[in-house]
């Protein structure tokens, strides 16, 4: 194993504090959106461009599928499956850190957003873009789509198709 090279354990432990430490600051800022938002009026950041507004989510990305808690929950599951299997095959070579950040985050997203429709049967989102009228979201949406996007661009435009070649399920 080249020195710039982790262990697939040692790889898998990093993701694994990488997705904790994001995990609870999801949580952290969900707990302060309850304590300090909810039944208030929304916090003005910057006049007319953000602000902090307790939501209570019951459905999915931009509200959708309201009320349809069991297969918003089954769909998460199958996500965070999709992620672990993805993050387990994922070379622990130093060219694929970045993937392995951004899985642990995608993961860490999931978890906190299928962790807010068990305890509450509602997701907590709390930052407003009122600028554009965006959706109330929260980090753990930050996390999924700055990840989704970031990774995106990586296989799009930086890795080859033989870089990917652990992704297959059947060897040639």
Not at 88 to 101: A, T
Not at 122 to 142: E, G, K, Q
Request: glycine content about 6%; charged content about 20%.
């Amino acid at each position: 194993m080249r020195k710039d090279n982790l262990s697939r354990g040692k790889m898998l432990a990093l993701d694994a504090v990488i997705a904790g430490i994001l995990l609870c600051l999801d949580q952290f800022t969900k707990y302060l959106a309850i304590t300090h938002l909810k039944g208030q009026p929304a916090v003005v950041l910057i006049n007319g461009v953000l602000e902090l507004q307790y939501v209570e989510n019951r459905g999915s990305a931009f509200s959708m599928l309201q009320g349809r808690k069991t297969l918003i929950l089954c769909m998460g599951f199958a996500l965070l499956a999709v992620l672990l299997f993805a993050v387990w095959k994922v070379p622990p070579k130093k060219k694929f850190r970045i993937v392995h950040v951004m899985l642990a985050a995608l993961i860490a997203g999931a978890l906190g957003n299928i962790i807010d429709r068990i305890r509450f049967d509602y997701v907590v989102d709390f930052i407003s873009f009122v600028l554009i009228h965006f959706p109330v979201f929260n980090a753990a949406d930050c996390f999924i789509v700055a990840c989704t996007i970031v990774l995106f661009f990586l296989f799009l435009f930086v890795y080859k198709e033989e870089d990917l070649d652990f992704l297959r399920l059947k060897s040639k």
